[in-house]
């Protein structure tokens, strides 16, 4: 429940609505309640008028007794009509606000919590799944929202109801209310015990939602794995099991849900008898009339709907503070990555490491050691390595997607911890292994949110990354809609639209991992010419594991298990005899054959 204070400063933000929800509730209450007295009065006047119209049986009199009799109860049923409109219109206000509210705090915090996700570092979305985080932004968020809306609403109404329905009842008859409201403890006995069944019961289907989901997101990303492996019917057979696992954990839930409104509605029954028993005996008695029984059945009615909302609204408010505890986890972490004196500095383009090490947090393995590295302001570096010898690693530090866990970057002498993150990598321009496209069009994938960026640039991109061709060949050229993951376009053909959407930004430090892996060696000439041209006094790092992609470059660094092992120009390499050598001679011999 404490998780649900968060929701407070929603609250506070949007009073008058709850304000005016509640002022709405209670005289919506008035207007439902008022019928039941009129209705007390309408049956008490027949009862007693019946006698006396008897009484003047035959006379002319009583044609007109019968003239007033008749026009009284029409003006009590039009009085209890208009009632019942009124209680609409104000029902209708109290959901304008009420649940109007509710949807300007959900559409609050999905902003807070989506704006959250993105200050996070990396690593913290690969120890979260995708599925568990869109469950935190979705299903979670809704189910807070039905807290602060229709139930919250119904709290209200219930406390309102309540109030007035038994102050009413009390003024009418104390020993009968005690006996009508004799049930309540039980009920709400009842409605704790299957609530706190309810509730754990649907924690559960929540948890099992987000692994299908998950499940199914993983699924249809690998879809073509799945498919050139025939692995259909297995990928099939394991949702078949997670929907089991969800059905019959739904179906328990249904079953409890079940014992919940008979429960309540022989709770409600047997009140209703109590007020005939006992009521009964109070009319004999002379206490009371017929008409306060029937407003006494009315009134109990009154209370059954909201009575059976209470069930509702507890595990509802259960079910919104487990959810909010979930979002408060995601909202309670905190980005490492933070920048105390967030240094504003138009970068000119060198790059230090110092004695650089880094452990990947989540696996623990040490991806770079000892790693020390000065690049020149408009050197082009090519970082050469095998698998996993920590080339990404040093674009994932150079971008500040994570720090190093020891010795510093340095970028123009500014250790990179102390720049503005957003500032410097704005100024950085990252084309990275795992290329992503947008499911939009070509022109603004290479925009990328930069609303301003003249069209000329965008072209003159596409040029440099020589792409240019294949979307001139494009039916709808710069239009042309990209599927999720760009699936329409050829691997070299998406890698080279990652590159346009880099070097568009004009950057001061261009750093290509692994980039031109999908393309041939003609055109990865035909791109590395035309960066060598772009990148002229800017700093480029060229990360692959062709040597071919290093030619160009001023300088070649040769990696291997996070350490450099050679480093110089090609012919000074090549004069060593080296790791770069026997990579170079290899790589020859493959690509003649
Ligand atoms: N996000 C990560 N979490 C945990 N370990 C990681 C992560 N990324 C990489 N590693 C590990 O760090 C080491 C270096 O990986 P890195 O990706 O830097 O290698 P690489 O030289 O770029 O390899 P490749 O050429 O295959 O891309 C590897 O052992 C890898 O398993």
């Not at 004999?284 to 209470?310: D, K, Q, R, S």
Request: with cysteine; aromatic share 10%; proline share 3%.
């Amino acid at each position: 429940m404490k998780a649900l204070k968060y929701l407070n400063q929603y609250l506070w933000k949007y009073k008058w609505y709850l304000i005016l929800g509640t002022i709405f509730t209670i005289v919506s209450n008035l207007f439902g309640i008022l019928p039941a007295q009129l209705v007390r009065y309408a049956l008490d006047l027949v009862i007693e008028t019946l006698d006396i119209y008897n009484l003047f049986g035959g006379s002319a009199l009583q044609s007109k007794m019968y003239d007033i009799f008749a026009f009284s109860i029409l003006l009590y049923g039009l009085l209890i009509l208009a009632m019942a409109l009124l209680k609409g219109i104000f029902l209708f206000l109290v959901r304008q606000t009420i649940i109007v509210m509710s949807r300007h705090i959900e559409f609050d915090l999905k902003n807070d919590v989506y704006k959250h996700y993105q200050t996070l570092p990396t690593s913290f979305f690969r120890s979260h799944n995708t599925g568990d985080l869109m469950a935190r932004i979705s299903e979670d968020v809704s189910n807070v929202r039905i807290y602060v809306g229709p139930a919250l609403m119904y709290g209200i109404n219930l406390i309102v109801l309540f109030f007035l329905v038994i102050s009413y009842m009390l003024s009418v008859n104390m020993k009968l209310t005690f006996y009508v409201l004799l049930p309540l403890p039980l009920l709400s006995i009842s409605v704790y015990v299957v609530n706190s069944m309810i509730m754990k019961r649907s924690q559960e289907i929540q948890k099992q939602l987000s692994g299908l989901s998950t499940f199914v997101q993983e699924a249809f990303s690998g879809i073509r794995v799945i498919k050139s492996f025939v692995q259909e019917d297995h990928s099939f057979s394991n949702f078949q099991k997670e929907a089991e696992d969800f059905k019959n954990k739904s179906l328990g839930l249904t079953k409890v849900d079940s014992f919940f409104y008979p429960i309540i509605l022989l709770l409600i029954g047997l009140s209703n008898i109590l007020i005939i028993y006992v009521g009964g005996k109070e009319i004999i008695n002379g206490n009371l009339t017929p008409g306060n029984i029937t407003e006494f059945i009315l009134y109990v009615n009154m209370l059954t709907w909201p009575v059976m909302a209470l069930g509702w609204t507890t595990s509802q408010i259960q079910r919104a503070a487990s959810s909010q505890q979930r979002i408060n986890e995601f909202l309670n972490e905190k980005t490492t990555l933070i920048s105390d004196k967030n240094v504003i500095h138009a970068l000119e383009g060198s790059i230090t490491f110092r004695n650089v090490g880094f452990n990947y947090p989540d696996s623990g393995i040490q991806a770079l050691e000892s790693f020390d590295l000065n690049i020149k302001q408009g050197e082009t570096v090519a970082i050469l390595g095998t698998t996993g010898s920590g080339k990404s690693t040093l674009a994932h530090l150079l971008c500040r997607l994570y720090d190093p866990t020891e010795g510093e970057i340095l970028i123009d002498n500014i250790p990179l911890k102390d720049y503005d993150v957003h500032a410097y990598r704005r100024q950085i321009g990252y084309v990275p292994q795992d290329v992503f496209l947008f499911s939009d069009s070509i022109e603004n994938n290479v925009r990328f949110g930069s609303e301003n960026m003249q069209f000329s640039r965008i072209e003159q991109a596409v040029k440099d990354a020589d792409l240019y061709n294949n979307i001139k060949d494009f039916p709808l050229g710069y239009e042309t809609m990209l599927g999720e993951r760009g699936i329409t376009l050829s691997g070299g053909q998406k890698q080279r639209l990652s590159i346009s959407r880099a070097i568009a930004r004009d950057p001061k430090i261009l750093i290509l991992d692994d980039c031109l892996s999908a393309v041939d060696t003609n055109t990865e000439n035909i791109i590395l010419n035309n960066l060598k041209r772009i990148m002229d006094q800017r700093t480029s790092v060229i990360i692959s594991h062709r040597v071919s992609s290093a030619k160009l470059a001023d300088r070649i660094v040769v990696l291997d298990d996070g350490k450099i092992v050679e480093q110089g120009t090609h012919p000074e390499l090549m004069a060593k005899n080296g790791a770069y050598k026997e990579l170079y001679e290899k790589q020859l011999v493959s690509e003649e054959v």
